[in-house]
């Protein structure tokens, strides 16, 4: 198996959320490099359906083209971290000094990862993973000169009071300053997506502050995958069961509440010069390889685990008020509505399969899926 993506600085120190291989043995976590390594492709028609399942966990809309398996991706980015499949005695410490060792492996990491020459957009909204993230990245603010912090409505209130109790200043945050029509810019076919998902992987709450042309200067920093590891067994969130990845319990059950996410987040790191993502970096997981079931718990707001390490890193943010659910709002409006189905009609995909598309609007998640992989198949042939 030959690598013939892109690998940044975080690629041998973070689990990367999505590889793809060809039937020649290429790999990439951009799908348009393996495709385009291919002589040929064949579309699995099965995608076209609204009820269609995925069969298994590495299947993808092309048939020559395939997912990694959990250690394939170790294998391509860092074999001495394939122990975090393995089986492991659950610690026996207690839930602060298991929250300590989290902290600590962050800490290594952020230590290793970071650089005061690069220029750091970070993601934030106002909920536990982004609190986390930002808490660490105080610690190291005075070697962070080119480090700005990003959310979107409806948190600006929790946000702005969270940057104000860790001291940022004012010129390191801000809010998108949302369009009242298609704020998120959704609907380029010259942006394609990385596979079969929904075309709201266009968003964009940044533009204004790091313009297109300027993404691949820019490192992301995001929260994304943290969650999954310890709020959602929390609350025992139904998950992807029949999805064995591997004979470790906490790692394989954070899997299987992360199958179909990977092309988006993947997305991203292909887009900017590197994204950042904590809660994947093999640091971190380690510690998680050894999570107690007995600490997965709901707190007052969250999952215990979250809470305890925000507790030990500022327990004034603990005690700002839950945090405020994303709501994505999408008014595109007539003009947007027209311009971007009518991109969608004009498409080679279309053209080859509207015979099977009997109806296309914007209101079906199905449909919202086929505009996504329009993009992706246009951009192959």
């Known amino acids: 198996m030959r690598f013939i993506g892109k690998k940044s600085a975080s690629f041998p120190l973070c689990y990367p959320s999505i590889i793809f291989i060809g039937d020649n043995d290429k790999a ?39 997912l990694a398996s959990p250690a ?53 909204s106002s909920g536990y ?3 986390i993230n930002s808490l660490m990245l105080r610690k190291f603010k005075k070697d962070l000169p080119h480090i700005h912090f990003r959310c979107h409505e409806p948190e600006e209130k929790l946000f702005n009071l969270i940057m104000e109790k860790q001291g940022w200043s004012p010129s390191f945050y801000s809010t998108f300053p949302m369009p009242s029509l298609n704020p998120y810019d959704l609907g380029h076919k010259d942006r394609p997506l990385n596979g079969f998902y929904t075309w709201f992987g266009q ?22 995958y943290g969650g999954e590891i310890f709020d959602y067994p929390s609350r025992n969130y139904p998950n992807y ?9 906490p790692i394989n059950r954070w899997l299987q509440y992360c199958p179909l996410k990977g092309e988006w987040t993947a997305q991203w790191y292909n887009q900017f010069q590197d994204v950042i993502y904590p809660f994947t970096s093999y ?42 659910l994303h709501k994505y709002t999408i008014d595109l409006g007539d ?47």
């Open 28 to 66: 990439s976590t951009n799908i348009l490099d393996v495709a385009r390594s291919l002589p040929s492709l064949t579309f699995d028609e099965h995608y076209l359906n609204p009820n269609y399942k995925r069969r298994n966990y590495i299947e993808t809309p092309f048939r020559e083209i395939r």
């Open 72 to 124: 394939e991706k170790i294998l391509l980015t860092s074999p001495s971290h394939l122990h975090i499949l393995q089986d492991k005695t659950p610690t026996v410490n207690s839930l602060d000094d298991y929250c300590d060792e989290l902290i600590g492996a962050l800490d290594r990491f952020f230590s290793f990862v970071l650089s005061s020459k690069n220029h750091y957009l970070v993601f934030h």
């Open 129 to 131: 993973d982004s609190r």
């Open 203 to 224: 968003m964009n709450f940044w533009r204004d502050l790091v313009p297109y042309h300027l993404e691949r200067d820019y490192t992301v920093i995001s929260g994304s």
């Open 241 to 249: 069961k029949n999805f064995h990845y591997c004979d470790n319990i």
């Open 283 to 324: 640091a971190y997981l380690s510690v998680v390889a050894e999570c107690n079931d007995s600490f997965l718990k709901i707190g007052k707001y969250a999952d215990l685990v979250r809470e305890t390490i925000v507790r030990h890193l500022d327990p004034s943010l603990f005690d700002i008020t839950p945090p405020v």
């Open 335 to 381: 003009v947007e509505t027209s311009r971007i189905t009518s991109s969608f009609l004009a498409s080679k995909f279309y053209k080859r399969y509207a015979d099977k598309i009997p109806s296309f609007n914007l209101t079906s998640e199905h449909n919202k899926n086929l505009w996504g992989f329009m993009t992706v198949y246009d951009a192959i042939f």
